[in-house]
């Protein structure tokens, strides 16, 4: 058994996100050339690197960044270890923090488990919400 989560993000940034702060996350989407961002030199493995089918959650790996009109685009399904689950929720919440998206921005699930849990961005701030609680109904 591993610890692994299931972590899906996808949102639009705003125009005015720092270049420091595309730096890190393109470091992080495994674009070389990305240039020093905002990590510490003792966490320089990318989180969302990798590509091609997912071994444990199904379905495909991906992490796209693309530059849109009114800002950038992003979109990102990876599975992450739960050692670093802290470091991608701080990732995600500068995202949140930039995020031209309200709402739903994301999920993330422990890969054995059938209910996720919600981002949500809310005016740049970044909160967890358990779907677990809610009463099962069939369709």
Do not use: C
């Not at 991906?62 to 689950?85: C, F, S």
């Not at 998206?101 to 488990?113: M, N, P």
């Not at 005016?123 to 677990?132: A, H, I, R």
């Amino acid at each position: 058994m591993a610890d692994l989560y299931a972590v899906d993000v996808s949102l639009n940034l705003a125009a005015t996100v720092p270049d420091a702060v595309l730096s890190e996350l393109r470091r992080h989407l495994g674009h070389e050339g990305a240039g020093d961002g905002l990590a510490d030199e003792s966490d320089d493995h990318p989180f969302w690197a990798a590509r091609g089918p997912a071994g444990r959650i199904g379905g495909v790996l991906v992490g796209e960044l693309i530059r849109t009109d009114p800002g950038w685009a992003l979109t990102v399904r990876q599975e992450v270890h739960a050692e670093t689950m802290a470091q991608v929720d701080a990732l995600i919440e500068m995202l949140a923090f930039h995020s031209a998206t309200e709402g739903v921005i994301g999920q993330i699930r422990f890969y054995e488990d059938e209910i996720p849990d919600l981002y949500l961005s809310r005016s740049g701030e970044l909160m967890k919400v358990s779907l677990s609680r809610l009463p099962e109904t069939k369709l």
